[in-house]
């Protein structure tokens, strides 16, 4: 069984310009972990001639490894008993060797995607606020469907930093996401009274 581990970590630490932006490498990671997950993976596997499992065995690191080759059955014309024979995997699907896409795809796939702290935003609590059904259009269900339909992930950093992010393109999470934001807004202004959807400085405005 072959696999591959994809390290998020050192990749940004080293990407990173300043201080500030390495400290935050592995944060970041984990949430670009978590976006790809969700959003990049599943329609790789369904693709791939190899049948693999993707995990996150440790914070911003990805491992994909081979599972139990897919069988194709036969039927001996002679006996006319079935044999199983693997199903050939195609070369740029393998995790071995440098022809291997996966790791280039991963790179490539981050190229579009950003993340958005909105800082420690009591996530452990905040999560578990939000019920799964709301007649008002806010429960986990609903934002579910928006993290589907608009390719974005909104990572609950829980028994960690406690910080909310949100992941995805660039341009999406600039005009696309208020709905999320609103959302998420609506939950942390009962537990703080703080409106992210508003800004950070909404709060000091709020108390002149």
């Not at 608009?150 to 996401?177: I, M, P, R, S």
Request: net charge positive; proline share 4%; glycine share 4%.
């Amino acid at each position: 069984m072959s696999s591959l581990e994809i390290d998020l970590v050192t990749y940004l630490s080293e990407q990173s310009q300043t201080a500030k932006q390495k400290d935050a490498s592995q944060l970041r990671a984990h949430a670009l972990v978590q976006w790809l997950l969700a959003h990049h993976f599943p329609s790789k596997i369904r693709k791939s001639s190899l049948p693999v499992s993707v995990s996150s065995p440790r914070r911003g690191h990805i491992c994909i490894k081979s599972t139990t080759a897919t069988m194709g059955q036969t039927t001996d014309e002679k006996e006319g008993t079935p044999t199983t024979t693997p199903t050939p995997i195609r070369e740029e699907d393998s995790l071995d060797g440098p022809k291997s896409k996966w790791e280039k795809n991963v790179f490539q796939a981050l190229k579009k995607v950003t993340v958005d702290d909105l800082g420690h935003m009591n996530a452990t609590e905040l999560q578990s606020s939000i019920p799964a059904k709301d007649k008002e259009g806010r429960g986990m269900m609903d934002l579910q469907a928006l993290e589907k339909k608009l390719c974005v992930k909104v990572v609950f950093d829980c028994n960690e930093t406690d910080h909310v992010l949100l992941v995805g393109d660039e341009k999406k999470l600039e005009k696309k996401v208020f709905v999320i934001r609103n959302m998420l807004s609506h939950y942390h202004w009962r537990l703080s009274g703080t409106d992210v959807a508003m800004g950070k400085n909404n709060k000091a405005a709020a108390s002149r």
